[in-house]
């Protein structure tokens, strides 16, 4: 049986899908273009506009925005955070400046059921 999957987290998933296709996509694309053309950031930005890559990012990040809330607010009558409730709202308003945190956030709110 398939484990039942909050919104945030589906979203989440479909996201993650996406931009790992569209990442797959500019490494081609920067391959065949590097044959004939020097690779300049005016190239580049061309490149990430035209795969999608740059909206694909966008979503990825607008959804693991919205699965990190998610999971600040589905722990919230976990037992462990009523008796470590500061220590974890400190990590959780520090995400922005911790991208390892961030990522380790973002795995383990892919773990709650």
């Known amino acids: 049986m398939k484990p039942i999957l909050s919104k945030a987290q589906v979203v989440y998933m479909k996201a993650k899908k996406k931009f790992d296709d569209r990442a ?3 490494e081609q694309q920067i391959a065949e273009t590097r044959k004939t053309t020097e690779i ?11 795969t999608g890559f740059h909206d694909a990012y966008s979503e990825l990040t607008n959804a693991e925005n ?9 722990i919230k009558n976990d037992k462990t955070y009523k008796t470590n409730q500061q220590p974890i ?6 995400l922005e400046n911790n991208p390892e945190m961030r990522a380790r956030i973002i795995q383990l709110a892919m773990k709650i059921r």
């Open 89 to 94: 709202d400190q990590m959780y308003s520090n």
């Open 24 to 26: 797959k996509v500019l």
């Open 66 to 74: 919205e699965l990190i809330e998610w999971s600040h607010t589905a």
């Open 40 to 50: 300049t950031e005016e190239v580049m930005e061309g490149l990430v506009l035209e």
